[in-house]
């Protein structure tokens, strides 16, 4: 069955970096574009960044272009979030995404805090 897992959130101050990791299995990874969502408390989930199954194209929010990079590697099944010039505004519950057949699958998420 398909799973994604994301890994390396954590408290950070603001102005630091972070990188997210998330690995999939149970489908072709290098058929699908994949995702990146986030989730503040209390606000509604946000696409933050997209890339397509290649790695040729990415897409991001506004209020993330310029400091947040989507990757992929397509040999290891992984899709990674590099996270720089953190804000307070960016600490949510972010998670990896992909659609396969109009069915949305979502891992665990994991959660970035920025803060002094």
């Known amino acids: 069955q398909v799973q994604l897992v994301e890994s390396g959130g954590g408290l950070v101050q603001p102005g630091g970096s972070l990188r997210l990791s998330c690995a999939a299995s149970?489908?072709?990874?290098?058929?699908?574009?994949m995702r990146w969502y986030r989730q503040a408390s209390g606000k509604e989930r946000e696409l933050v960044a997209v890339?397509?199954?290649?790695?040729?194209?990415?897409n991001y929010a506004s209020s993330v272009k310029g400091r947040f990079t989507i990757s992929r590697d397509n040999a290891k099944n992984t899709v990674g979030l590099q996270m720089n010039s953190l804000k307070p505004e960016d600490t949510a519950v972010y998670y990896c995404?992909?659609?396969?057949?109009?069915?949305?699958?979502w891992g665990q998420g994991t959660q970035v805090i920025v803060s002094s």
């Open positions: 890339i397509d199954s290649r790695g040729d194209s990415q």
């Open positions: 149970g489908f072709i990874f290098s058929r699908y574009s």
């Open positions: 995404n992909t659609v396969i057949y109009s069915e949305n699958y």
